[in-house]
């Protein structure tokens, strides 16, 4: 079965740099969100979409901006990058089936950013 | 917001025992999933159980909706179960962002 695929896998930068995350949800999945996990802490919402439109944030740096595109692919972009950046970033996409039903949120592999 | 307690934090095993994982939460849900994420940082899903007992070879998982808490039953455990344990819980009243427990850290020995 298919499933979420995130690039890079892998990925070092520089302080004050900038980094683009990349997310293809699963085929038919209409809801993308993304997750932070610091070192030895559990992942933390950044944001989400629905159909396109910014459905919900979290704790995301106004350095950091997402899009979902009409492929449904989704982009995070962070700029000025901090050592305090450095983590797992996943994504996790859903078929959304309304507001009264909730349906299972499927986790990629994640990206380690490391920032020096 | 919600809060998510599991417990125990950390859980040492020897490989053929068996475990039970708690996970406590603050507030009605609508959706639960439990995690494993391996040492290679993958989070894998074992099960979304919103309410409800399901069972996936030697593991199970028992959500009681009304008293607020969840289990996750290992039986017969092996070192490949080692890792950590996450409870995440949602609400569409959130717009559906998953709000994650603390996690337990299993280890398990030969």
């Known amino acids: 079965a298919a499933g979420v695929i995130q690039s890079p896998r892998h990925l070092i930068k520089e302080k004050r740099e900038t980094a683009t995350l990349k997310c293809y949800p699963i085929?038919?999945?209409?809801?993308v969100y993304w997750y932070q996990q610091g070192p030895g802490q559990d992942p933390q919402f950044l944001i989400s979409?629905?159909?396109?439109?910014?459905?919900d944030k979290g704790s995301i740096p106004d350095r950091f901006s997402a899009q979902q595109f009409s492929d449904y692919h989704s982009e995070l972009n962070m700029s000025s990058l901090e050592l305090g950046d450095s983590a797992l970033y996943f994504c996790a996409s859903q078929r959304d089936r309304g507001r009264r039903t909730m349906t299972t949120q499927y986790f990629g592999p994640g990206t380690r950013l490391t920032v020096l | 917001g919600i809060q998510v307690e599991q417990s125990p934090p950390d859980l040492i095993l020897q490989e053929g025992a068996n475990s039970t994982l708690r996970c406590n939460f603050s507030?009605?849900?609508?959706?639960l999933q439990w995690f494993h994420q391996n040492p290679w940082g993958q989070l894998i899903n074992l099960f979304y159980i919103p309410s409800g007992t399901k069972q996936n070879g030697r593991l199970s998982a028992t959500t009681v909706a009304t008293e607020r808490y969840s289990l996750l039953y290992i039986s017969s455990s092996q070192t490949t179960d080692s890792g950590v344990y996450f409870c995440a819980v949602g609400w569409t009243g959130t717009a559906s962002k998953l709000t994650f427990g603390t996690g337990t850290r299993l280890q398990v020995t030969l």
């Open positions: 085929p038919r999945h209409d809801t």
């Open positions: 979409f629905y159909e396109k439109m910014q459905s």
């Open positions: 507030d009605s849900v609508n959706n």
